[in-house]
């Protein structure tokens, strides 16, 4: 079973550029969420959902934009890209309930000249 | 708001060496406490966890309490191997069902393992 798949791995754009980091999960899962991992930081919190047609914000939102259309799908819009948004992205599901660990893709290492 | 503190690293030790990578938290209410471990190029993979005081979570020879009059969860293991190499992340989510998916993470703590 695939669990969380991020496409793509490895991305590079100028500033001012736009993308969306993919992310999908075959688990059924109700909640997906994505975060930013920079070095020194862990990893925070950019945007969650609860459920299909529900997203809400995480610790830093500002910059991203997302949407979930179906329980499968969640990606991750960067409208005008920034250096600040140079970072390794990641997305990751999980049930919905008693709290239950998350599952993680691989990832996408975003670089912004 | 919630908050973890790991202890800084990178933490480098010999093989067979024992290891302790201090976590500290501050929440409201009971919280849900997880270690996860990243592998060089990979996701995070959940190691172990732990959802009420005094609780032991355990996984691969690692073990983590739940101190909840210490506020901490410190993971350690008695014999480390070259395979143990990663970078650790101490987390936490809110009780109950609010977690919504939403983890606090601590800082990650680098280990390297030598032969």
């Known amino acids: 079973n695939a669990g969380v798949t991020q496409t793509p791995k490895f991305q590079v754009l100028k500033t001012g550029q736009s993308m969306t980091l993919q992310c999908a999960q075959d688990?059924?899962?109700?909640?997906m969420s994505w975060y930013r991992q920079d070095p020194g930081m862990g990893l925070r919190l950019i945007h969650y959902?609860?459920?299909?047609?529900?997203?809400d914000q995480g610790e830093v939102p500002n910059g991203y934009n997302v949407s979930r259309s179906t329980t499968e799908d969640f990606p991750l819009r960067l409208l005008s890209a920034a250096p600040s948004q140079t970072s390794v992205y990641f997305c990751?599901?999980?049930?919905?309930?008693?709290?239950?660990?998350?599952?993680f893709g691989n990832g996408t290492r975003l670089t912004v000249t | 708001g919630n908050s973890v503190t790991q202890m800084e690293g990178p933490v480098t030790l010999s093989e067979e060496a024992f290891l302790t990578i201090n976590c500290t938290y501050t929440?409201?209410?009971?919280?849900?406490l997880f270690w996860y471990v990243q592998y060089p190029g990979e996701g995070l993979q959940l190691l172990l966890k732990a959802t009420k005081a005094d609780d032991k979570g355990s996984n691969k020879g690692f073990e983590a309490t739940y101190r909840k009059e210490t506020t901490s969860f410190h993971l350690e293991k008695g014999s480390v191997q070259v395979s143990d190499s990663a970078v650790y992340f101490c987390a936490l989510s809110d009780s109950g069902g609010t977690s919504y998916g939403k983890l606090t993470f601590g800082q990650g703590t680098i280990l390297t393992v030598h032969p």
């Open positions: 688990m059924n899962h109700e909640y």
């Open positions: 929440a409201t209410g009971y919280p849900s």
């Open positions: 990751a599901s999980s049930r919905s309930g008693v709290p239950s660990p998350l599952h």
């Open positions: 959902s609860v459920g299909a047609g529900i997203t």
